[in-house]
């Protein structure tokens, strides 16, 4: 059994070779019994499981070709992706996880979320991510157009930028007191958000930050864990 663990993609049309990569990951671990999580911002932004695209096909028959020879597929949402759901998930088999999932691995115990919650600092963010995620908030977007909704997507990712250039790297990053309360019952804390991946040490257990996939360099910062929850973080390089 290989549990495998990515993050940050950033999938979209705009960005064939990332989308590439994914596929080229799927393939490469389609025979080897894998149970694949995806911490959060599979996508670039994703406006409702009602989207449809040529460019999305190709990801979800692929998707269907990996599951259907016994492998597992599980989600938790990011700040990008937030409104994906078990209805997209369902087209092949995948899991929709909680934003906290507790993860038994061998005799090692694995917390497993995005990584958003844990920057505490950043207030207007986390001030935002309370609204939005809202269950009426979110239901009231869904209802509208997709075009509308993807206006509004475009306008979350420009402010976004525009918010992140008066930010320093402090109040973006992890709030440290949020790491150690989150390691607390745990061995291995494991998330991504903010493309920083590295693996820290905090008081003799592990944090595990996994790498955004990038177009520019080429690749991704990955996790591998086996059975025996023995852990390989490695580069997966996106080949051309």
């Known amino acids: 059994m290989t549990y495998l663990f990515i ?8 960005h064939p070779r990332l989308v590439r990569g994914f596929l080229d990951l799927l393939q490469h671990y389609q025979n080897k019994n894998t149970k694949l999580y995806i911490l959060g911002d599979w996508f670039n932004a994703w406006i409702g499981d009602d989207y449809t695209a040529p ?15 016994g492998n597992q597929i599980y989600f938790q949402v990011g700040n990008r992706d937030f409104a994906l759901g078990q209805k997209f998930l369902n087209q092949f088999n995948g899991v929709l996880l909680p934003d906290i999932y507790i993860l038994h ?5 694995f917390r497993l979320e995005h ?3 844990l920057c505490t600092d950043d207030i207007s963010y ?9 269950p009426i908030v979110l239901g009231l977007l869904k209802s509208t157009p997709l075009s509308f909704r993807q206006k509004l997507a475009n306008g979350f990712r420009k402010k976004s930028r525009q918010s992140q250039q008066n ?8 709030n440290q007191q949020a790491v150690e309360n989150a390691l607390h019952d745990v061995d291995v804390l494991i998330h991504g958000h903010t493309h920083r991946p590295q693996i820290h040490n905090i008081n003799g257990k592990s944090r595990i930050v996994l790498g955004d996939w990038r177009e520019k360099t080429a690749e991704a910062m990955i996790l591998e864990i086996n059975q025996n929850a023995d852990w390989e973080f490695f580069k997966w390089i996106i080949i051309e």
Not at 7 to 14: F, G, R
Not at 105 to 109: K, L, M, R
């Open 7 to 14: 993050a940050d993609l950033h999938l979209s049309p705009n």
């Open 55 to 69: 460019w999305l096909d190709e990801i979800i028959q692929q998707l269907k070709q990996f599951t259907d020879v």
């Open 105 to 109: 691995i061998g005799n090692q115990t």
């Open 115 to 117: 990584g958003d919650a």
């Open 126 to 134: 986390q001030r935002f991510k309370k609204i939005i995620r809202n």
């Open 167 to 174: 930010k320093s790297y402090a109040i973006m990053d992890v």
